[in-house]
């Protein structure tokens, strides 16, 4: 199943990537492997992961997660819903719920 990631790294920024194999992936990381940016910030840690249905999703999800500022990522990573619809309102408050589906059923569970 794909998936979407964040992780921290080492200068204490995010990455967020999608891949359809999670664990492959957080080895590449580790090992420098595939990413520029995180092979410069070793050791990554994963810090907030989700499962999609389709890889698509997942890379849609990962997209709009790059947009997002560090308070938004960061409530996101805490499952803090409340904080994350707050700070989605209040800069684009005509598209707070272009949330992906999965996210969203996500918030609603908690």
Not at 16 to 23: K, M, R, V, Y
Not at 60 to 72: D, M, S, T, Y
Request: charged share 30%; glycine share 8%.
């Amino acid at each position: 199943m794909p998936w979407v990631y964040i992780l921290l790294c080492s200068d204490n920024s995010y990455y967020t990537g999608s891949t359809p194999n999670l664990e492959k992936r957080l080895a590449e990381h580790q090992e420098g492997i595939g990413s520029e940016y995180t092979s410069r910030r070793r050791p990554v840690k994963l810090v907030y992961s989700q499962e999609f249905v389709t890889l698509l999703e997942a890379f849609c999800a990962e997209r709009q997660i790059k947009g997002w500022g560090r308070k938004k990522k960061e409530a996101l990573i805490k499952g803090d819903w409340e904080e994350l619809k707050r700070l989605s309102k209040s800069r684009h408050p005509s598209t707070s719920s272009g949330w992906p589906k999965n996210i969203s059923r996500m918030a609603e569970g908690y």
